[in-house]
């Protein structure tokens, strides 16, 4: 498996995420009759944050993690990076979805969301300074 195959897993991965967690809104939108908003349903609005918070975080990472395998990072780099990211956004998708207030499924995903990000940024940013 080349970098970009691996990149391209780890997309698809979390593409297949932000599928159910909007599904997951598609639901409760049906279910509550509520079109637009959240209504007053807590589990409505809880999907809606969860769906959102996932389309705010992860299409960073994804960007990032395509332009490692481009600029050459190794297989399993992506790989490492790949497989946080997608169990991260797993994680939290879920922890928001599930529970009202904080969670360990909250926590942990929000935590390694920010490792990752830390990573992918510095490492970025240190590739294009130094080549």
Do not use: Q
Not at 77 to 83: E, F, K, L, P, Y
């Amino acid at each position: 498996m080349t970098a970009l195959e691996a990149a391209s897993l780890y997309v698809g991965l979390n593409l297949v995420i932000l599928l159910i967690l909007g599904d997951n809104v598609i639901r409760y939108r049906v279910s509550t009759k509520t079109s637009l908003g959240m209504g007053t349903d807590p589990a409505l609005e809880r999907a809606c944050r969860a769906h959102a918070n996932g389309a705010e975080w992860t299409p960073g990472a994804l960007i990032a993690i395509v332009l490692m395998a481009m600029l050459g990072a190794p297989v399993m780099a992506i790989h490492a990076i790949g497989v946080s990211l997608t169990v991260a956004r797993g994680i939290h998708g879920w922890g928001v979805a599930t529970k009202d207030g904080p969670n360990i499924g909250r926590f942990l995903g929000a935590l390694i969301s920010l490792v990752i990000y830390a990573v992918l940024g510095v490492g970025l940013v240190l590739h294009a300074v130094t080549g």
